[in-house]
């Protein structure tokens, strides 16, 4: 079990980010001993896919569902896989973007 503040650390992120999340329901595993959070592996494992698509650029609402979706076992695969398809799509759209500005950059300092 890990405390609020290592996994602050280990992750490079704000306490109150962690607890925004908590607040939010997107972890399961977290649990409170004498009112302190205590972060099990799985909690862990959940932080670093929010965090994956956080950094994809999903919202918070649509990462809630996910967890959701997560919690409620196979019957979610459809769904979630549509979900992280149409996410990949739209990561792989801003790659070619900023692939076509590094091109010109690089052009230019050539």
């Known amino acids: 079990m890990y405390s609020i503040g290592q996994v602050s650390q280990m ?6 980010t962690l607890r925004y999340y908590d607040k939010e329901g997107l972890f399961n595993d977290v649990q409170r001993e004498s009112g302190i959070r205590k972060f099990s592996d799985k909690a862990l494992e959940s932080l670093r896919m929010i965090e994956c698509l956080k950094k994809s650029g999903l919202e918070i609402k649509d ?12 019957k979610t695969y459809p769904q979630r ?8 799509a739209q990561v792989e759209a801003e ?4 692939n076509k500005t590094l091109a010109m950059l690089n052009f230019k300092c050539w």
């Open 11 to 16: 992750f490079d992120l704000p306490v109150s």
């Open 63 to 74: 990462i809630k569902q996910y967890m959701a979706w997560c919690q409620e076992g196979s």
């Open 81 to 88: 896989k549509e979900m992280l398809e149409k996410q990949k």
């Open 95 to 98: 790659i070619e973007k900023l």
